[in-house]
């Protein structure tokens, strides 16, 4: 759910390095899910999605992980870059229900931040 | 393609004073669209949002309005600002059902508002 009021959690990683970042939703109905990038002073960009009917889908250098047992989800990114900095959220939304009017439900966030 | 504009990037108000944010979409028709909030180093949080001409739904009891004038044109606006008003607002666009064709949201480029 949202966590809006709380700080949000950091990761530092060496330029090279793979990153993992996690997610924990709490929806069991939600069957869509996606990471944003967030640069500093700049909208979210969507980075990659992923169904349900999934559990694992790989995009340029970013992998996404889902396991619907434990309502968690995860971002991988390879050989992390100087430009991989910036806060990334994940999102789920309840499509098949229908009834959320397409609104998406942010994760907390987590800051990531690479070093040369 | 879709593009959204937000502006402005940048306003400082004063205390008491009105504000007037504008958010428009081109390229699409009938969006949904959002207005979120962003404090310093916090998550998004979910103001109002809009699936069609003068239907707005508040997220959380505050200080703002909103309004849709037009299809595809947005507007959070304020009568009195206060200081907690300060932060990052980002307006979004999406298509009214999400899914892995469709995507999630187009987030605009945010309007940095500090209320002195």
């Known amino acids: 759910g949202e966590s809006v009021g709380l700080h949000l959690p950091t990761l530092s990683v060496q330029e090279g390095d793979n990153s993992i970042i996690n997610c924990a939703y709490s929806n069991s109905a939600s069957d869509y899910f996606i990471w944003y990038k967030q640069e500093s002073g700049k909208g979210p960009q969507f980075i990659i999605d992923?169904?349900?009917?999934?559990d694992k889908r790989q995009g340029q250098r970013v992998t996404v992980l889902l396991n619907k047992t434990v309502k968690h989800l995860s971002l991988q990114i390879a050989a992390t870059q100087p430009g991989d900095s910036a806060v990334y959220f994940c999102?789920?939304?309840?499509?098949?229900?229908?009834?959320?009017?397409?609104?998406?439900?942010f994760g907390q966030g987590t800051i990531l931040t690479v070093h040369p | 393609s879709q593009t959204i504009h937000q502006w402005p990037a940048t306003l400082v108000q004063p205390v008491g004073s009105p504000l007037s944010l504008e958010c428009t979409v081109e390229g699409t028709s009938n969006p949904n669209l959002y207005w979120y909030r962003q404090a310093a180093g916090r998550g998004l949080q979910l103001l109002f949002y809009?699936?069609?001409?003068?239907?707005i739904s508040s997220e959380v009891p505050q200080n703002l309005s909103a309004s849709r004038p037009q299809d595809r044109q947005f507007i959070l606006s304020s009568k009195k600002l206060l200081l907690s008003d300060s932060g990052f607002y980002l307006c979004?666009?999406?298509?009214?059902?999400?899914?892995?064709?469709?995507?999630?949201?187009?987030f605009g480029s945010g309007t940095r508002l500090t209320v002195v």
């Open positions: 809009s699936v069609g001409i003068g239907q």
């Open positions: 979004a666009w999406s298509v009214s059902r999400l899914g892995p064709s469709r995507g999630g949201y187009t």
């Open positions: 992923i169904r349900s009917n999934m």
């Open positions: 999102a789920e939304n309840d499509i098949a229900g229908g009834t959320s009017y397409g609104k998406l439900t």
